[in-house]
């Protein structure tokens, strides 16, 4: 048996997963977090990388989709090591596979060139 | 932005958007994590990403702007602002105030000790760290759960900093509790709660705190003191809504909530002057300042289509409630009236009372509430009685 506070959404719901089964959640969402949780923990990944002739030094980027918890240090990594050129539109795709993930880095924000 | 373009939705066609900021979107403009927008868009954005969505649709609107502009001064009708151009007055009917917060800082909660560089707010860290690019240490304490501190203590560790805890006086975070699990939880970083730090070590730069337990008058316990060596401490020791303009104005505040004191139009107490979001009061959520500037434009559209007010019934914060906005309500009500109100402590299976004198007017009954979330209650109009004093109180066991 297993208990976690839920990260899907503000709520924070207090879950237990008790061979296979998921109770004190309030959602699907919740309960497919929990089983994901206890096998495959993944997290949505939101950092910063290099941008260059812009109206800022960084733009902040995110990972379209929750990566293994496990490769977080990877991924990070991986996104130190870029470098993107203004102008940037919000959704941009800066990487297509973040350190072997398969999972996109977009751009959380649009920047003008300067 | 959100009141801009609800004023624009309906049908203000002259709407000027102030900000001091070089860009529009205030603090979601550093707020790079995750976690924005669930209720208003059903999807997990990041703040900035959220921010963005408004900012293209104040562009499709073709909604006026002036960033790197400071509001100097404003009376009703009137703002006074300054900017590279000069100074500029505009004449505005309505003046909706959306200034947002403040972090208190050291000097708030006097902690004593040396006054080295190191010591930062969490917010003014978050600042360096996400858009000026600089990490401000690598062995850091933080002070106070709240969500900007707990957020902080994931960043710096994802930065490659070593955060040694984070220090809570009070015997439960104000945090969310899913920020506790994935920025706290998820890094093993310890939530030390009913701890404070009693002393700033270190002269040029700071060399470590010395962190104690507290009793139950959060009073530091003597011979519980020890020492943690760091290079950065944080503070996020609670916001202040920022009011110098409403004060200037003469607007009406509220002594707890530290905003202006408002009617369901989000109208402060000075005629066609309205205000919205964090400087009314601190919200846990952008989404719930978006739906709450959204009710403001249409306070303040109301307005300019009908100058005119109503006779005013005070709403009063009763019991285990510290303060609900708003602080009066209009009469007759028009429409249902949302009330956002905060819990003195932590409570299990709260009954939320609204009475008129002796009469009860609506029960509402949640699972729990705790003072870190607020709490909406949703009032029918015809509820709301067309004269007297309203009072909203809460009863629950103690958690």
């Given at each position: 048996m297993k208990t976690m506070t839920c990260i899907?959404?503000?709520?924070g719901c207090r879950l237990t997963v008790d061979s296979g089964e998921v109770s004190g959640h309030r959602c699907n969402r919740g309960r497919d977090w929990a089983l994901a949780e206890v096998t495959n923990p993944v997290r949505v990944l939101t950092t910063t990388v290099a941008l260059e002739g812009g109206e800022l030094e960084l733009l902040p980027v995110r990972t379209l989709a929750p990566v293994p918890k496990a490769k977080l240090r990877d991924c990070l990594r991986h996104a130190n090591r870029l470098r993107v050129k203004a102008p940037v539109r919000m959704g941009q795709v800066i990487c297509p596979d973040l350190a072997g993930t398969g999972v996109q880095l977009t751009a959380a924000r649009s920047v003008a060139k300067i | 932005m959100g009141a801009a373009l609800e004023a624009r939705r309906l049908g203000v066609g002259d709407i000027l958007v102030i900000e001091r900021d070089k860009f529009l979107g205030g603090i979601l403009q550093q707020c790079i994590h995750n976690g924005f927008g669930?209720?208003?868009?059903g999807e997990e954005l990041t703040g900035v990403e959220y921010a963005q969505r408004f900012i293209d649709a104040m562009q499709r609107e073709g909604i006026a702007v002036m960033t790197d502009t400071m509001v100097m001064e404003a009376e009703p009708g009137m703002v006074r602002a300054v900017n590279a151009d000069g100074v500029h007055e505009i004449q505005a009917r309505a003046i909706i105030l959306a200034m947002g917060c403040r972090e208190r800082t050291r000097g708030a909660i006097n902690i004593p000790g040396s006054r080295p560089?190191?010591?930062?707010?969490a917010g003014a860290a978050q600042r360096l760290i996400n858009i000026e690019g600089f990490l401000p240490g690598r062995r850091a304490v933080i002070l106070g759960s709240g969500d900007i501190g707990l957020i902080m203590a994931r960043r710096l560790t994802l930065e490659g900093a070593k955060v040694e805890a984070v220090a809570e006086i009070m015997p439960w975070s104000n945090g969310l509790a899913r920020n506790i699990a994935q920025c706290l939880d998820d890094f093993n970083i310890p939530l030390l709660l009913s701890h404070t730090v009693v002393e700033i070590h270190g002269h040029k730069r700071l060399e470590g705190v010395t962190l104690a337990r507290v009793d139950d008058n959060l009073q530091p316990i003597p011979g519980s003191e020890r020492y943690i060596p760091c290079d950065l401490l944080l503070l996020s020791v609670g916001l202040i809504p920022e009011n110098e303009l409403s004060r200037q104005l003469g607007v009406a505040m509220d002594p707890v909530s530290q905003g202006p004191v408002v009617d369901q139009y989000l109208h402060t107490s000075v005629d066609g002057v309205f205000a919205c979001g964090n400087v009314v009061h601190v919200h846990d959520l952008v989404d719930f300042v978006t739906l709450e500037s959204r009710r403001a434009a249409a306070g303040a559209a109301r307005w300019l289509a009908r100058p005119k007010r109503g006779r005013c019934i005070p709403l009063k914060a009763g019991d285990?409630?510290?303060?609900?906005?708003?602080q009066r309500i209009s009469v007759p009500a028009e429409e249902d009236v949302t009330l956002l109100l905060r819990v003195r402590r932590p409570l299990r299976k709260p009954e939320f009372i609204l009475r008129s004198g002796e009469e009860q007017v609506l029960r509402r009954v949640r699972p729990v509430a705790l003072p870190a979330e607020m709490v909406e209650i949703k009032v029918p109009?015809?509820?709301?009685?067309?004269a007297g004093e309203l009072e909203i109180l809460c009863r629950g066991e103690k958690r």
């Amino acid at each position: 048996m297993k208990t976690m506070t839920c990260i899907v959404c503000p709520m924070g719901c207090r879950l237990t997963v008790d061979s296979g089964e998921v109770s004190g959640h309030r959602c699907n969402r919740g309960r497919d977090w929990a089983l994901a949780e206890v096998t495959n923990p993944v997290r949505v990944l939101t950092t910063t990388v290099a941008l260059e002739g812009g109206e800022l030094e960084l733009l902040p980027v995110r990972t379209l989709a929750p990566v293994p918890k496990a490769k977080l240090r990877d991924c990070l990594r991986h996104a130190n090591r870029l470098r993107v050129k203004a102008p940037v539109r919000m959704g941009q795709v800066i990487c297509p596979d973040l350190a072997g993930t398969g999972v996109q880095l977009t751009a959380a924000r649009s920047v003008a060139k300067i | 932005m959100g009141a801009a373009l609800e004023a624009r939705r309906l049908g203000v066609g002259d709407i000027l958007v102030i900000e001091r900021d070089k860009f529009l979107g205030g603090i979601l403009q550093q707020c790079i994590h995750n976690g924005f927008g669930l209720h208003l868009f059903g999807e997990e954005l990041t703040g900035v990403e959220y921010a963005q969505r408004f900012i293209d649709a104040m562009q499709r609107e073709g909604i006026a702007v002036m960033t790197d502009t400071m509001v100097m001064e404003a009376e009703p009708g009137m703002v006074r602002a300054v900017n590279a151009d000069g100074v500029h007055e505009i004449q505005a009917r309505a003046i909706i105030l959306a200034m947002g917060c403040r972090e208190r800082t050291r000097g708030a909660i006097n902690i004593p000790g040396s006054r080295p560089a190191g010591v930062y707010t969490a917010g003014a860290a978050q600042r360096l760290i996400n858009i000026e690019g600089f990490l401000p240490g690598r062995r850091a304490v933080i002070l106070g759960s709240g969500d900007i501190g707990l957020i902080m203590a994931r960043r710096l560790t994802l930065e490659g900093a070593k955060v040694e805890a984070v220090a809570e006086i009070m015997p439960w975070s104000n945090g969310l509790a899913r920020n506790i699990a994935q920025c706290l939880d998820d890094f093993n970083i310890p939530l030390l709660l009913s701890h404070t730090v009693v002393e700033i070590h270190g002269h040029k730069r700071l060399e470590g705190v010395t962190l104690a337990r507290v009793d139950d008058n959060l009073q530091p316990i003597p011979g519980s003191e020890r020492y943690i060596p760091c290079d950065l401490l944080l503070l996020s020791v609670g916001l202040i809504p920022e009011n110098e303009l409403s004060r200037q104005l003469g607007v009406a505040m509220d002594p707890v909530s530290q905003g202006p004191v408002v009617d369901q139009y989000l109208h402060t107490s000075v005629d066609g002057v309205f205000a919205c979001g964090n400087v009314v009061h601190v919200h846990d959520l952008v989404d719930f300042v978006t739906l709450e500037s959204r009710r403001a434009a249409a306070g303040a559209a109301r307005w300019l289509a009908r100058p005119k007010r109503g006779r005013c019934i005070p709403l009063k914060a009763g019991d285990n409630v510290s303060y609900v906005v708003p602080q009066r309500i209009s009469v007759p009500a028009e429409e249902d009236v949302t009330l956002l109100l905060r819990v003195r402590r932590p409570l299990r299976k709260p009954e939320f009372i609204l009475r008129s004198g002796e009469e009860q007017v609506l029960r509402r009954v949640r699972p729990v509430a705790l003072p870190a979330e607020m709490v909406e209650i949703k009032v029918p109009a015809a509820a709301i009685p067309g004269a007297g004093e309203l009072e909203i109180l809460c009863r629950g066991e103690k958690r």
